[in-house]
């Protein structure tokens, strides 16, 4: 069972990359996005329902996975990256599927990620999978406001 915490908890693998482990797990978040758009099914525009469901039942897995490994692994350890997917994937909720602005909603995510204002840093703070979630999750919310400013004014 904690083979499945870890491939959760890492995003199959990505959080080990040993340069830049939150942005490879950012990328396969997007990956995941692309397929969805392949497969003809992107479903964050129009009708965005079943992609948050998606996102809440992945945010739940990956704080349920990260609280199983707080112990072996520490606090907020840089192999989790389940929240860097959740993260880029509430940057594209509301937001249609082209590449430029699966490229904005990435590199917005990341920024808020990284410079954690308003509050980002604060989300850490909660206990174990929650905190490591909830910073993530903020933090695509604002990307997510930014790129539907974006879209409006362009």
């Known amino acids: 069972m904690k083979y499945l915490h870890k491939l959760i908890a890492t995003t199959f693998g990505a959080g080990f990359s040993p340069?830049?482990?939150g942005t490879a797990g950012a990328i396969v978040g997007c990956a995941f996005l692309w397929g969805f758009n392949e497969l003809q099914y992107f479903p964050t525009f129009p009708n965005p329902f079943l992609f948050v469901v998606l996102i809440l039942v992945v945010a739940l897995l990956g704080i349920y996975a990260t609280n199983k490994l707080e112990q072996e692994w520490g606090?907020?350890?840089s192999k989790v990256v389940i929240d860097e997917l959740v993260g880029v994937w509430v940057a594209m909720v509301f937001v249609p599927?082209?590449?430029l602005n699966l490229l904005l909603a990435f590199g917005l995510f990341r920024f808020f990620d990284i410079a954690k204002p308003l509050g980002v840093r604060k989300?850490?703070?909660l206990k174990g999978g929650l905190g490591v979630m909830a910073?993530?999750?903020l933090a695509g919310i604002y990307a997510n406001l930014v790129?539907?400013?974006i879209l409006i004014f362009i």
């Open 135 to 137: 910073d993530d999750v």
């Open 147 to 149: 790129l539907q400013l």
């Open 97 to 99: 599927f082209t590449w």
């Open 19 to 21: 340069f830049a482990p």
């Open 75 to 77: 606090k907020d350890p």
């Open 123 to 125: 989300m850490e703070q």
